[in-house]
């Protein structure tokens, strides 16, 4: 046998004698570690049975974005860029990935849910109610009673516009850290999933509906606007057209009319005034036809670029309650409290063996 397998089976002797010697050492003081376990686990119930349960409400629904409307309109987009209307294709991809997610933690989503009214209390705003679960009104009737007299439905130019925005702004950085989360329902599906978490069952709820709807309100606004301003161009510009050639039709049988017995000799009197009456009427008859063409395309196209936003499932009474069960908190504090011990008391040896060599 050669002298390095000699000193590898020594050295592997010495590692099972240290462990084991650790172990024995261990096993003596199992008293300490099983009383220390057993405050720990006693910590761990206490605390599972404290803690505040916390209500989970959640929104699932589809999303389902608008065609583009170019190609249909490839032969009108030339006539209608004529009349000042652009029916071009809209920004089809401002919304997708995660953009949609940012916009449910943006600052002016959060702040105008929470400055709806609660649909089950008129009289507080979803903002107050929230103000109520985290105990601020109790602190700043202690500290500043003076933020107790904030109208925050008063708009920004109102004397208190700064101690107003600065709490709907800390409200919001509390509620996108701790309450809120969007995301997909999982990683291989395309549904999107809304959960508002918080120890107030009814703040839950409400909230969760109100950012829901505002930005998904907001979503298919900014996604129909470009075809919606085109739709309100095109129409005023059909109007205007249709009034100029009603009166260019009257014209024509006002001029008749005020020369019911003219002399053949003076047909100019009648008929140059009637011809461009005339002339008038075609051309603008013609315009018109165009435009009517491409308001109908313009207002289908709008259908085809309206979003569709299917909700699947919506929060209803009672919330799903997440607590730590005191069972689970038990082991666990046990478990911990246990293996910190341990660490504890081979510290300690390790200490003196070190100084008494």
Same mark, same amino acid.
């Given at each position: ?5 000699i000193t590898e089976q020594i050295s592997l002797k010495e590692i099972f004698l240290k462990l084991g010697k650790l172990f024995g050492y261990l096993l003596s003081k199992w008293y300490i570690i099983f009383v220390v376990g057993m405050l720990g686990g006693g910590i761990g119930y206490f605390y599972a049975k404290m803690q505040? @349960?916390?209500?989970? *409400?959640?929104? %699932?629904?589809?999303?389902?974005? !608008? ?18 209307? +652009?029916? !071009?294709?809209? !920004? ?10 940012? #916009? ?10 929470? #400055?709806?009214?609660? *649909? ?6 979803? #903002? ?5 679960? %985290? =105990?601020?009104?109790? /602190?700043?009737?202690? &500290? =500043? @009673? ?22 709907? $702004? ?7 850290? *701790? ?9 291989? &599906? ?14 839950? /709820? ?18 129909? /606007?470009?075809?919606? +301003?085109?739709?309100?161009?095109? $129409?005023?510009? %059909?109007? &205007? ?15 008749? +009319? ?9 047909? *100019? ?10 002339? &008038? ?8 036809? $165009? ?7 313009? /207002?289908?196209?709008?259908l085809k670029e309206t979003p569709l936003i299917q909700v699947i499932d919506e929060p209803i009474y009672p919330l799903q309650i997440i607590k730590t069960g005191k069972l689970k908190s038990l082991v666990i504090g046990g478990i911990l409290a246990s293996f910190l011990c341990v660490i504890f008391l081979l510290g300690i ?9």
């Amino acid at each position: 046998m050669s002298e390095r397998k000699i000193t590898e089976q020594i050295s592997l002797k010495e590692i099972f004698l240290k462990l084991g010697k650790l172990f024995g050492y261990l096993l003596s003081k199992w008293y300490i570690i099983f009383v220390v376990g057993m405050l720990g686990g006693g910590i761990g119930y206490f605390y599972a049975k404290m803690q505040h @349960p916390i209500y989970k *409400s959640t929104t %699932t629904f589809v999303l389902e974005s !608008g065609e583009s409307s170019g190609g249909g309109l490839g032969q009108m987009a030339g006539l209608a860029a004529l009349a000042g209307v +652009d029916l !071009g294709p809209s !920004g089809g991809g401002i919304f997708q990935g995660d953009n949609l997610f940012e #916009l449910y933690k943006s600052r002016k989503m959060i702040e105008l849910a929470l #400055l709806q009214r609660s *649909s089950s209390d008129s009289s507080l705003l979803l #903002l107050d109610r929230y103000l109520l679960l %985290t =105990n601020e009104r109790n /602190k700043w009737e202690k &500290s =500043n @009673p003076e933020l107790l007299k904030i109208d925050f439905l008063r708009n920004s130019n109102s004397p208190q516009a700064r101690l107003r925005d600065s709490i709907l $702004q800390q409200t919001v950085q509390n509620i996108n850290k *701790s309450n809120l989360d969007v995301g997909h329902l999982d990683k291989k &599906s395309s549904i999107i999933k809304v959960d508002v978490m918080s120890p107030d069952e009814v703040f839950s /709820k409400e909230f969760n509906e109100a950012i829901v709807d505002q930005v998904n309100s907001f979503y298919i606004t900014t996604k129909t /606007k470009k075809s919606l +301003d085109n739709i309100v161009i095109l $129409q005023r510009k %059909t109007d &205007s057209v249709r009034a100029v050639m009603n009166g260019a039709i009257a014209s024509s049988a006002v001029i008749v +009319d005020v020369t019911p017995n003219l002399n053949p000799t003076k047909q *100019s009197q009648r008929l140059i005034p009637a011809q461009r009456s005339q002339f &008038s009427v075609e051309t603008n008859k013609a315009i018109l036809g $165009q435009l009517v063409q491409n308001l109908e395309m313009s /207002k289908m196209a709008l259908l085809k670029e309206t979003p569709l936003i299917q909700v699947i499932d919506e929060p209803i009474y009672p919330l799903q309650i997440i607590k730590t069960g005191k069972l689970k908190s038990l082991v666990i504090g046990g478990i911990l409290a246990s293996f910190l011990c341990v660490i504890f008391l081979l510290g300690i040896k390790s200490f003196r063996d070190l100084m008494s060599g």
